[in-house]
């Protein structure tokens, strides 16, 4: 059974800095796409970020690119997403998501419909 626990979340004064922690378990990690997307209240889910654990290649949104950094670790089965110069518009809860890496062969890494395995969510908040 694929699993994924967040952690790491929590309040911040805006221009602060979280490190926030996936531990995967369930499948091969090698195999998989693993990223973090976040809701703000009140607004659609969105993608921030992913790695291809394979390869180490990463993607990240507009609005973070810069900011947040992700990076795994295979040996203990970890993803790291770093968030630096956090803004109150970072609010939200953040999700870490996985899917096969053949889903993402094609098309948007960061399209939600291709993510199939969903953490249950860390909340992140920042204060301005």
């Known amino acids: 059974e694929v699993q994924l626990v967040e952690s790491g979340g929590g309040l911040v004064q805006a221009g602060g800095s979280l490190k926030l922690s996936c531990a995967a378990s369930g499948f091969t990690f090698g195999s998989f796409t693993i990223g973090w997307f976040r809701q703000a209240p009140g607004k659609e889910r969105e993608g921030v970020s992913c790695i291809r654990t394979s390869d180490g290649g990463t993607y990240y949104a507009d609005s973070v690119k810069g900011r947040f950094t992700i990076s795994s670790d295979a040996a203990k089965n970890m993803v790291y997403l770093q968030l630096n110069n956090l803004k109150p518009e970072d609010t939200g809860v953040y999700y870490c998501?996985?899917?096969?890496?053949?889903?993402?062969?094609?098309?948007?890494?960061?399209?939600?419909?291709?993510?199939?395995?969903w953490g249950q969510g860390t909340h992140v908040t920042v204060s301005s």
């Open positions: 998501v996985a899917a096969e890496q053949w889903r993402l062969d094609y098309g948007f890494p960061l399209d939600l419909r291709d993510y199939n395995y």
